[in-house]
């Protein structure tokens, strides 16, 4: 089917350990986006991408690294976590259109301890 | 840089009734865009409505409509004849055109609770 997915879609890792968390959409959107979802605060942007190899940093990149070798794919991945990354990860995807909506994936519970 | 404000963590309506869901947001964007959407219980994230900084009327949407106020910057949305299917989390968004090179960022929500 056609949309945005996420994998893994839950994840409970240790302190220190890398994990990456997939994100591909089959609709050849030009921009994709990571956020981190947490209680009081919303959702906040980690990271972002207007196409492929061009990637810029959001409002709380720290800790997070990301790539985007092919338009379709976009993977976040923290290089070592951390219990304050523990948290509900979201990524969308939106087409380069001055009204585009912003579609997004089911999201990917972490947990880190 | 962009910021998006929603001062009320929680709100109750009755059914039936019409709600104001407050957004203000800062930006030094000419241009920019405003969204909400809504997160029910079920975490998925649904796209609600649309209003470009420069669109002369409020965009509207079924029950829903912006109340877009550019000189006080401010994007509410307004509900109207609320269902018990709205309970659910309400998040303001931005979009920045020309600076902010298309970040969109958003702001805490507003959790809604319908009473019947």
């Known amino acids: 089917d056609a949309g945005i997915t996420q994998s893994p879609r839950y994840k409970i890792t240790e302190t220190g350990r890398q994990v990456t968390l997939m994100c591909h959409q089959t609709w050849s959107h030009s921009y994709m986006f990571w956020y981190r979802q947490d209680l009081g605060h919303g959702l906040r942007l980690i990271y972002y991408s207007a196409a492929a190899d061009i990637t810029d940093k959001g409002e709380v990149p720290d800790g997070y690294v990301v790539s985007r070798s092919k338009t379709e794919n976009f993977p976040l991945t923290l290089e070592s976590a951390t219990r304050s990354q523990t948290s509900v990860y979201f990524c969308?995807?939106?087409?380069?259109?001055?009204?585009?909506?912003?579609?997004f994936g089911e999201g990917s519970r972490l947990t880190v301890l | 840089a962009q910021k998006i404000t929603q001062t009320q963590p929680g709100m109750f309506v009755q059914e039936k009734e019409a709600v104001t869901l407050d957004c203000t947001y800062d930006t030094s964007d000419q241009s920019y865009g405003l969204f909400w959407y809504k997160q029910p219980s079920s975490g998925e994230m649904i796209f609600l409505i649309y209003?470009?900084?420069?669109?002369?009327q409020n965009a509207t949407e079924g029950r829903y409509s912006l109340n877009f106020q550019k000189a006080r910057k401010s994007a509410n949305l307004v509900i109207s004849a609320s269902q018990l299917g709205d309970s659910a989390m309400y998040f303001c968004a931005m979009r920045g055109i020309k600076t902010s090179y298309d970040k969109v960022i958003f702001g805490p929500g507003t959790s809604l609770s319908v009473i019947p």
């Open positions: 969308a995807s939106r087409q380069r259109v001055n009204t585009g909506e912003l579609f």
């Open positions: 209003q470009g900084s420069y669109d002369e």
